[in-house]
């Protein structure tokens, strides 16, 4: 092969998600298990032949393009999870600004629904970004994606051949530690009130618990930051966030209907 | 973004391998430990910096593509770990005739060799095909990559994120079966007198433990195949294959120079 020649890759999926916007998506799959989202395949690679059998996984593979990511790439990145200063190589790191911008992230099979079995629950698909007719889709959950992301690839997760218990992370060795959530009782009575109250309150209880905060903003306290999920905004405050002062709060302050969605 | 323009991947790295070919090569990472493979970067990913910091993982995910098959795909496909007669849905397995022909491997990180930092230990690398000057080399084990294969992303493996243990995975749920493997005087006195005796002699052992031959031809006893390894030819005849008779027996007959080696 001449390593020069640029390769092509088709999207077989796209993604309607949980997370409208880039903001606020957790930085690895597993962190918000509450996450939902739905892989639509694509013509021609939307037969529900493709995935005949799938269901016998729990798991799967989904690779993908940070398509919202700009194609430029430097030898070394600054990972917020590293304070957001240190540098280290790219390959050394998750980061979507890297080279072919591909995206890797494991996620849990939760349904599958075709042109023969539309099986999908309403209520998991109600207030989702981008979703959009097609043959064939898969409901996932505990993902990482935003709305409209490209997908690539989707493959079977084996335990037996993916699973390295044992693997070394240094950089990076544990989960990232989370915040405490605490509800102002107006974003809550908005809560409460919604036909998902279960799933809402645990999605957004389980993404601000990973401070979305940007890193270089992790010393502005007091600040109202606002992260779209599903079909609202959720407006909150971090009240302690360092992590030398012990569990930081997150305080969920208002709920207010999304940017493009029809008031509440 | 519209899903119906193709996106564009550049290789950023070539490997070089202890597989010069598809036949052999196990059918997921992890089978086979004592194979080697080395990662060399392509300019301009080629930046020693770009892996800075990679030493602190003990595990990568490779992300490549499978060259070698066709770029056709169908709805369903017949895996070899069903017997090579069932069919099932492409995106429920990790065949490599699929849209895309994206691979994925985790991989054991062993040693990473750069402009600044020439490490490889020379026996590792005899008579791996494919090796080439490069400014960046990553020194891999238990991969099941072959020689030339276009790499298009590194990733560090994060347990707390890609270890699901408790996945299911019903149409593959363990490792396939292994051969007992027993070794004809004339085959042992040739790995014997190898530098690279105790490596080559593992890999293969744990190459032919997988049963390399194809579906098709398991009830076909008594025929002599050929396996290439590192620089040599494997020649080899399972003495019975089938599951229902117990664990079988594969012999290794002769070992020969590989097609483009000089004499032994």
Known sequence: MDESSPLSLTPIGVMASDYPDKFGVPR???LVEAARGV????????????????????????????????E??????????????TRVGVFATRSTHRPNRLGLSV????????????????????GMAGMRPARTHLLIGGHDLVAGTPIVDIKPYLPW??????ANADLAPTPP????????PVAERVVTARADVAAL????????????????????????????????????????????????????????????????
């Open 161 to 166: 051949a993916d699973a390295c218990g044992e």
């Open 72 to 85: 430029i790439w430097r030898p070394r990145v600054r990972p917020p999870r590293l304070g957001g200063n």
């Open 39 to 70: 892989v639509s395949l694509v013509a021609p690679y939307d037969a529900p032949l493709a995935v005949d059998g799938i269901t016998a996984y729990s798991h799967l593979w989904l690779s993908f393009v940070f398509d919202r990511s700009p």
């Open 201 to 264: 309150r645990a999605l957004i209880e389980q993404v601000l618990a990973q401070d979305p905060r940007p890193a270089y903003r992790r010393g502005d306290a007091d600040r109202v930051y606002g992260v779209a999920l599903r079909d609202v905004d959720v407006r909150f405050v971090v009240e302690a966030g360092e992590a030398d002062e012990g569990p930081g709060v997150v305080r969920v302050v208002e709920i207010v209907p999304g940017a493009s969605q029809p008031p509440m």
């Open 107 to 126: 996620v849990r099979l939760l349904d599958v629904a075709t042109s023969s079995r539309p099986a999908l629950p309403p209520w998991e698909l109600a």
């Open 177 to 184: 530690s989370r915040l405490v959530v605490q509800w102002e």
């Open 28 to 30: 690895q799959p597993g």
